[in-house]
């Protein structure tokens, strides 16, 4: 009876080793279909990401938010994933998992994160950059992120190209010399924002106790942060007798120079303005601004958020770099629109966005942002701006021009004779056709709008 028991325990063992060929998950793993008995459990209609979820208004879900595994369903068409998934990604990219059924066609990405760009660390301070190397559509412009600690420092240095720059956090200090000779020194904050023109030199101190970081852009999306013009990186390279000569001084004032650039690295508690600020008959400030208050300005307020922009009609020395500060609330869209005169160029700084962007001949595809997320809209492609989740998205656009320009889907198809409108959206549909005109009737810009709910 052991031995008898022995082997009937062994064969049981062996039976559930050896995985049943027709049991549903070998199925599954064979790419063969269930059988009807494992197909009869209760509709799931809640969950966007199954197979029996419709919804024939592709409206967006935040699977961030609702914490959901985005999977290949769409209106009852796709299947499971068999193969390596990653799922933090697909959660953050949701309509390239499921598309809209809008989307079709081909178009190059249109997104990258900061997340994804390597970071060069230094002294009390890093930076990362997304160019046209990370995100090859990034042609027009370039972003570099900065981080300085108190009292750390931006060497002083230039570039070939402009450089604009955003206060994303903290304080900076920000120091200049312009074409004609004159100096400038000013004490910057959140939301508040600079430029300097090609061949400006210029430097950046972190203040306070958090020092600063910033968001840098950039007018040439071929930019590298490599490429800078640094003053220790000059004199280490050139001979003592010139050094010497130059500055009027022996030769061996100069024997402890940096050896080679310092870049970024931790400098001195400066004090204030006026006591840090050069004197002399010799000297003499700027007669230039080159900052702004962007944030303190008076926002346009829309239905659905409030809209900041600062370009060369208020801000006057940035020739080559305008932009927007948008707030959106949840739910609300930054209306169907389009810029005639440059790329766009976004950075998402907090909250959730799906972007779709039609490229004309019946391409449009839809692309997924979060907060450290850059975003390219070629010129002239017709897009929209979507918050997807519940807390307010704020974003920065940015162009290379002296001015913004947009052109709103809303006011254009307002402002055309409301026969030719009707009889290309609407010629078989009275009642819709009557209630889209009395819509887009004297029509009033609300470019942030809170949808039905703005009527």
Not at 329 to 353: Q, T, V
Request: proline share 7%; net charge negative.
């Amino acid at each position: 009876m052991r031995f008898t028991g022995s082997l009937l325990a062994l064969a049981i063992a062996l039976v559930s080793a050896v995985p049943l060929q027709d049991s549903p998950r070998q199925r599954l793993h064979d790419g063969k279909p269930l059988p009807s008995k494992y197909r009869t459990r209760s509709v799931n209609i809640t969950n966007p990401y199954t197979p029996s979820y419709r919804d024939p208004y592709d409206t967006a879900v935040d699977s961030v938010g609702q914490g959901l595994d985005p999977l290949p369903f769409r209106n009852g068409k796709g299947a499971t994933v068999l193969g390596p998934w990653n799922k933090d990604r697909s959660r953050q990219d949701p309509d390239l998992v499921r598309p809209p059924s809008t989307d079709h066609g081909t178009l190059p990405s249109l997104r990258w994160s900061f997340a994804d760009s390597h970071i060069r660390i230094e002294e009390g301070g890093w930076t990362r950059q997304t160019t046209v190397r990370e995100l090859p559509t990034s042609v027009e412009l370039a972003g570099v992120n900065m981080r300085l600690e108190k009292g750390v420092i931006r060497e002083l240095h230039w570039h070939k190209e402009a450089e604009w720059g955003y206060v994303l956090k903290g304080n900076v200090r920000v120091t200049a010399l312009d074409y004609e000779g004159g100096n400038f020194i000013d004490d910057l904050e959140k939301g508040d924002l600079w430029y300097f023109p090609s061949g400006i030199p210029h430097s950046l101190q972190g203040l306070g106790d958090n020092g600063t970081e910033f968001l840098l852009i950039f007018d040439d999306g071929s930019f590298s942060e490599e490429s800078t013009f640094l003053v220790t990186d000059w004199l280490a390279h050139t001979p003592k007798s010139i050094i010497a000569k130059n500055f009027h001084l022996a030769p061996e004032i100069f024997a402890h120079l940096p050896e080679k650039e310092k870049y970024i690295f931790q400098g001195s508690q400066p004090g204030s303005i006026d006591q840090e600020r050069p004197q002399g008959n010799n000297v003499k400030k700027s007669k230039y601004q080159f900052t702004h208050k962007m944030l303190a300005q008076d926002p346009k307020i829309t239905s659905g958020g409030e809209v900041r922009i600062t370009d060369s009609k208020n801000f006057p020395i940035s020739k080559t770099v305008a932009a927007a500060h948008v707030t959106m609330e949840p739910g609300a869209l930054r209306e169907m629109h389009w810029h005639p005169n440059a790329d766009e160029w976004s950075f998402f700084i907090s909250g959730r966005a799906r972007v779709t962007v039609f490229a004309s001949q019946g391409n449009a595809r839809t692309f997924n942002y979060m907060a450290g997320d850059v975003g390219i809209v070629p010129r002239n492609m017709g897009h929209f701006v979507e918050n997807i989740g519940d807390e307010p998205l704020v974003m920065l656009e940015m162009f290379r021009a002296d001015e913004f320009l947009d052109i709103s889907l809303f006011q254009w198809l307002g402002e055309t004779p409301q026969r030719q409108v009707a009889d290309t959206l609407f010629s078989d549909d009275a009642e819709g056709r009557q209630k889209f005109l009395d819509a887009i009737n004297n029509p009033k810009r609300d470019e942030v709008s809170k949808g039905p709910e703005a009527q």
